[in-house]
């Protein structure tokens, strides 16, 4: 380390504030206790004390903050959607994004890029034609591109494939972006303990107490508080937490994997994903390629990392960069996807009163924060959903109303 630096580090004149306050305790009694402490349940956090002054509110974390799905995917941000339910929510998330950096005095990495979603067949191309409508519809920016148009943004990129289904056409997404995201969930963090809501970590909850259909409390590892509204941010266990309050989800978890190569000079300045090859790529500020697949194909809470993944996705990526063959994976991981029948999240209020579910994100998560977070902080504020949500309520299922986005969310990005 250059000795300027050093100096600098260690200068009692520049000290570097803690990015969160530690409680010494969990309080006898919270307006809000928010099961999660990840992306989601931070950002609500944040939002309930910015928008609705509700600073008395307790996020439990049983790890660290950003341990979950918020520190394991691979962070694009889109809203190319199928559905007008799904374009609509992730685009109010897009444009949140792009203030959040200046809003936070943090810089969260945000940079758009572009993002492709190859098609490789007449019935893939059919499909993009079909986002890309709805697309222009809500009032978002997407075009149907053919390989030329391709090529001249992504010169690297064999559109041949090697002769294996080659690419045909493309939807094109311009505001399609990535992000550091656990600066997020550390922005998110900062900005509500700031104002005035407490982060526990390594704080477990053990149940939750239920009186007359109606929430009284939580109990956790350090005690039990009182409460009346309790919201579940858990992603992968949310049928753990569930189970507490006698509700019934039809969220089933998988495994995704994904893996970063060591860093390489610039040269992605796009999002490429194929859902074909069952596989995403994009290039992070550090120069490495971050990579993903679609999800195992079992049903399994497990983080564990598989050979059987890094060969396949490694296989098809030279399909689309030959030049990448010497190139070595510097590292892979898992983490859980709690996936829905029709692929959109379940959020809002429950028949357990004072209960709020936010879950069911699968692969699509970590784009949704923002918009994620500023709805459920409505809908916890006011007991009632926030209008953006009424489609993804639990009761959809019960109703036969399904929001479906297999369409569009397919690839685990």
């Known amino acids: 380390?250059?000795?300027?630096?050093?100096?600098?580090?260690?200068?009692?004149?520049?000290?570097?504030?803690?990015?969160?306050?530690?409680?010494?305790?969990?309080?006898?009694?919270?307006?809000?206790?928010?099961?999660?402490?990840?992306?989601?349940?931070?950002?609500?956090?944040?939002?309930?004390?910015?928008?609705?002054?509700?600073?008395?509110?307790?996020?439990?974390e049983k790890n660290y903050i950003g341990s979950g799905g918020t520190g394991r995917n691979t962070a694009i941000i889109r809203s190319n959607y199928l559905t007008a339910e799904g374009v609509s929510f992730y685009d109010?998330?897009?444009?949140?994004?792009?203030?959040?950096?200046?809003?936070?005095?943090?810089?969260?990495?945000?940079?758009?890029?572009?993002?492709?979603?190859?098609?490789?067949?007449?019935?893939?191309?059919r499909t993009m034609r079909w986002r890309t409508e709805v697309n222009k519809h809500m009032g978002v920016e997407s075009i149907l591109v053919d390989r030329n148009f391709i090529k001249e943004k992504i010169p690297e990129i064999d559109l041949d494939c090697g002769h294996n289904m080659p690419i045909i056409g493309a939807l094109y997404h311009p505001p399609g972006a990535i992000a550091r995201h656990d600066a997020v969930a550390w922005g998110y963090?900062?900005?509500?303990?700031?104002?005035?809501?407490?982060?526990?970590?390594?704080?477990?909850?053990t149940g939750i107490d239920v009186k007359?259909?109606?929430?009284?409390?939580?109990?956790?590892?350090?005690?039990?508080?009182?409460?009346?509204?309790?919201?579940?941010a858990v992603a992968g266990y949310t049928p753990h937490i569930t189970r507490m309050v006698g509700l019934r989800t039809p969220i089933v978890v998988?495994?995704?994997?994904?893996?970063?190569?060591?860093?390489?000079?610039?040269?992605?300045?796009?999002?490429?994903?194929?859902?074909?090859?069952?596989?995403?790529?994009?290039?992070?500020?550090?120069?490495?390629?971050?990579?993903?697949?679609?999800?195992d194909p079992y049903e399994l809470h497990s983080t564990r990392s598989t050979l059987d993944f890094a060969e396949g996705l490694s296989g098809h990526t030279l399909e689309l960069f030959p030049f990448l063959s010497e190139i070595k994976i510097l590292r892979q991981w898992a983490g859980l996807s709690d996936m829905t029948p029709d692929f959109s999240p379940i959020m809002g209020t429950t028949c357990v009163e004072g209960f709020y579910i936010?879950?069911?994100?699968?692969?699509?998560?970590?784009?949704?924060?923002?918009?994620?977070?500023k709805t459920m902080a409505s809908t916890v504020a006011n007991d009632k959903d926030d209008e953006t949500i009424i489609p993804f309520n639990l009761s959809r299922f019960g109703q036969y109303e399904l929001v479906g986005e297999k369409g569009a969310a397919s690839v685990g990005h």
Request: hydrophobic share 40%.
């Open 92 to 125: 109010k998330s897009v444009k949140l994004f792009q203030d959040l950096s200046a809003e936070f005095n943090l810089n969260l990495f945000y940079s758009e890029r572009g993002h492709f979603t190859m098609a490789h067949t007449d019935s893939a191309l």
């Open 358 to 373: 936010d879950a069911g994100w699968g692969t699509w998560g970590f784009k949704a924060t923002p918009a994620s977070g």
């Open 189 to 205: 963090g900062r900005g509500a303990n700031m104002r005035g809501a407490e982060i526990h970590q390594n704080t477990t909850v």
């Open 254 to 295: 998988h495994p995704l994997q994904a893996c970063v190569t060591e860093p390489m000079k610039p040269w992605l300045n796009a999002i490429v994903v194929s859902a074909s090859f069952h596989l995403y790529v994009s290039q992070s500020s550090r120069g490495e390629l971050v990579m993903g697949a679609s999800l």
């Open 1 to 60: 380390m250059p000795y300027r630096l050093l100096r600098f580090a260690l200068s009692k004149k520049y000290p570097e504030p803690q990015m969160f306050s530690k409680p010494n305790k969990l309080k006898k009694h919270y307006d809000v206790v928010i099961i999660g402490g990840g992306g989601h349940g931070l950002a609500a956090a944040y939002y309930l004390a910015r928008d609705y002054g509700i600073t008395n509110v307790a996020v439990l």
């Open 212 to 232: 007359n259909d109606k929430v009284v409390g939580v109990k956790t590892n350090k005690g039990t508080v009182e409460t009346n509204k309790v919201l579940s």
